[in-house]
């Protein structure tokens, strides 16, 4: 078995990182154009996008491997090509949902192109294909079976996870001013105006009171960074954010700490890391009921409503940060939430998921290596002889 993780530092290539740790088996990292959007279709950088995607499909047939583990939903464009079984985790359908059913007028990333559309359709007959499916949250697995017409059984949820001894409470901290804290891009999905909107509202029984937007504005494809300055801009809050850009970990662990609460008011999450990473470090949290949100932080966070009800999130908004001791508890239970998403959870579900994989029926187009009459044990998956 190989775990396949998307080149990069982002939230995808981290999963494939946190989880190859713990099952200490062996990863390859390949730098194809999964998720690369936004493009024309016939201009350079495509062309060059074209060859490295050959490259990479060289690549995973050339190892011949009895599986591999495509790390997000984007890499399942390689899967019918790689000459192996294979699983795929999917993160999100957000950009199916833009390209083929939108249910809004705004979209959640941005409207795809042609190539986009294309690209899309690539994911999703690999997506279809693929051997198992590991879904990051019921939400996901229900927008699979949905959206895709995935058969129910072919899809397994594995919660992410979060490193306990990386996110902790912190005594650093990076501004003197009181803040809430907003971690993530600034995509329409992010749904930052109603974030806005309701920072102000509650301000004015909080003077001194700052909010900071930690992370970059997004990818390439739309001025994010541009529609965020203007929401501020026309809310008043402009004056009262900090922009951090995208900081070290050290740094985020400190901005966790410190901020009196995270609000998440998304319209769409697959999962929602940010929560879980707030709630190891003991920061209080409210979010939307947006995709998987509710789902990821249970009774330990602050769940105000649908994503664009301004007045729930200010009530909620004002409520945690009148109380000290609401805060404490948020924080006390989100902590105990933290701790049990685990990445070695996360391992020993997915493991569950690659015996089914191998177990199963071969298919004539990927014919496996080992004897077709023999379950695979802990030494075929390349995993020593732990067991969860």
Same mark, same amino acid.
């Given at each position: 078995?190989?775990?396949?993780?998307? &080149?990069?530092n982002?939230?995808?290539?981290?999963?494939?990182?946190?989880l190859?740790a713990?099952v200490d088996?062996?990863a390859?990292h390949?730098?194809?154009?999964?998720?690369?959007?936004?493009?024309t279709?016939?201009?350079?950088?495509s062309?060059?996008?074209l060859?490295?995607?050959?490259?990479?499909?060289?690549?995973?047939?050339?190892?011949?491997? =009895?599986?591999?583990?495509?790390?997000?939903?984007?890499l399942?464009?390689?899967?019918?090509?790689?000459?192996s079984?294979y699983?795929v985790?999917?993160?999100?359908?957000? #950009?199916?949902?833009?390209? @083929?059913?939108?249910?809004a007028?705004? =979209?959640l990333?941005?409207?795809p192109n #042609?190539?986009?559309?294309?690209?899309?359709?690539?994911?999703?007959?690999?997506l279809?294909?693929?051997?198992a499916l590991?879904a990051?949250?019921?939400h996901?697995?229900?927008?699979?079976?949905?959206?895709?017409g995935? =058969?129910?059984?072919?899809?397994?949820?594995?919660?992410? &996870?979060?490193d306990?001894?990386?996110?902790?409470?912190v005594?650093?901290?990076l501004l003197?001013?009181?803040?809430v804290?907003y971690v &993530?891009?600034?995509q329409p999905?992010?749904?930052l105006?109603?974030?806005?909107?309701? @920072?102000?509202r509650?301000r004015?029984?909080?003077?001194g009171?700052?909010l900071?937007k930690?992370?970059?504005a997004?990818?390439?494809?739309a001025p994010?960074?541009?529609?965020?300055?203007?929401?501020?801009?026309?809310?008043g809050?402009?004056?009262h954010v900090? @922009?951090?850009g995208?900081?070290?970990h050290?740094?985020?662990?400190?901005?966790? *700490?410190?901020?009196?609460? %995270?609000?998440?008011?998304s319209?769409?999450?697959?999962?929602?890391?940010?929560?879980?990473e707030a709630?190891a470090?003991g920061c209080?949290?409210?979010? *939307? *009921?947006?995709?998987?949100? =509710? $789902?990821?932080?249970?009774d330990?966070?602050?769940v105000?409503?649908?994503?664009?009800?301004?007045?729930?999130?200010?009530?909620?908004?004002?409520?945690?940060?009148?109380?000290a001791?609401?805060?404490a508890? %948020?924080?006390?239970?989100?902590?105990r939430?933290?701790?049990a998403?685990?990445? $070695?959870?996360?391992?020993?579900?997915?493991?569950a998921?690659? #015996?089914?994989?191998?177990a199963?029926?071969s298919s004539?187009? #990927?014919?496996?290596?080992?004897?077709?009459?023999?379950?695979?044990?802990d030494?075929?998956?390349?995993?020593?002889v $732990?067991?969860?």
């Open positions: 078995m190989v775990i396949v993780a998307p &080149g990069g982002g939230s995808l290539a981290g999963y494939a990182r946190s190859s713990c088996g062996p390859v390949v730098n194809g154009c999964s998720g690369n959007f936004g493009h279709l016939l201009g350079a950088h062309l060059r996008c060859a490295k995607d050959a490259g990479v499909v060289r690549r995973l047939r050339g190892m011949r491997a =009895p599986l591999l583990h495509l790390t997000s939903h984007h399942a464009r390689y899967g019918p090509l790689a000459g079984r699983v985790t999917v993160h999100d359908l957000m #950009r199916h949902r833009d390209g @083929f059913a939108p249910e007028a705004e =979209p990333i941005h409207p #042609r190539r986009d559309r294309l690209l899309l359709r690539a994911d999703a007959a690999g279809r294909a693929a051997d590991i990051v949250s019921e996901t697995r229900c927008e699979l079976i949905r959206l895709l995935i =058969p129910a059984g072919r899809v397994t949820v594995v919660p992410e &996870g979060v306990a001894g990386s996110f902790r409470c005594g650093r901290r003197r001013d009181p803040y804290l &993530g891009s600034e999905r992010k749904n105006r109603t974030l806005f909107e309701a @920072f102000m509650v004015e029984l909080h003077p009171l700052k900071v930690v992370g970059e997004g990818g390439s494809e994010f960074r541009e529609a965020t300055r203007a929401h501020a801009v026309a809310t809050a402009l004056q900090v @922009f951090t995208r900081v070290s050290e740094e985020l662990v400190a901005w966790y *700490s410190g901020a009196l609460c %995270l609000v998440q008011p319209r769409h999450e697959g999962f929602g890391l940010t929560p879980v709630m470090c209080p949290v409210i979010v *939307s *009921s947006g995709g998987a949100l =509710p $789902e990821v932080v249970g330990a966070g602050v105000y409503g649908g994503p664009d009800d301004v007045d729930a999130l200010a009530f909620a908004l004002s409520r945690v940060l009148s109380s001791a609401e805060r508890d %948020l924080a006390r239970m989100g902590r939430r933290a701790e998403m685990t990445w $070695e959870r996360t391992a020993a579900l997915t493991r998921v690659w #015996r089914k994989a191998l199963g029926s004539p187009q #990927r014919a496996p290596v080992w004897h077709r009459h023999r379950a695979p044990d030494h075929a998956l390349g995993l020593g $732990e067991r969860p």
